[in-house]
């Protein structure tokens, strides 16, 4: 686990950017299970990798016309219960950190895992999802 402290800025990374940051199972399980539209979920991470590509991408796709109804974050090292039961609903994927999945009525429909980020631009990350976006969104 890691101190909050120190995570708090990369949490606000997304959270000032409209993601809802989600901190207990019961939130995860209550915005996955609502079963009504469209969600963005990003496990959030300390690593370069999130800093350099995964958060911008995020950010950037979500300007697209066509966007998820709902985006939201659980961060991996901090949030344990909420990340554990975020990892439930991204099975059968193994648990990645940062990993960014879109779900359309509770149903996982698109994942990006960490080694589909590691290497690739924010730009990149950001047209990927922004193909799921225009299929599901």
Do not use: W
């Amino acid at each position: 686990m890691y101190p909050v402290e120190l995570t708090i800025p990369m949490a606000k990374d997304l959270t000032d950017f409209g993601f809802v940051g989600l901190k207990s199972s019961e939130e995860v399980k209550t915005l996955i299970d609502k079963k009504e539209g469209t969600l963005l979920l990003v496990v959030n991470s300390v690593c370069g990798c999130a800093a350099a590509n995964a958060r911008p991408g995020a950010k950037i796709a979500i300007q697209n016309a066509k966007k998820p109804d709902v985006c939201a974050t659980v961060f991996a090292g901090v949030d344990r219960d909420a990340v554990e039961t975020a990892r439930e609903y991204l099975l059968p994927y193994p648990p990645s950190s940062p990993a960014i999945a879109l779900f359309k009525e509770g149903r996982l429909v698109h994942m990006l895992e960490r080694h589909h980020i590691e290497g690739r631009s924010a730009q990149m990350i950001a047209d990927n999802l922004v193909q799921a976006f225009d299929a599901y969104c």
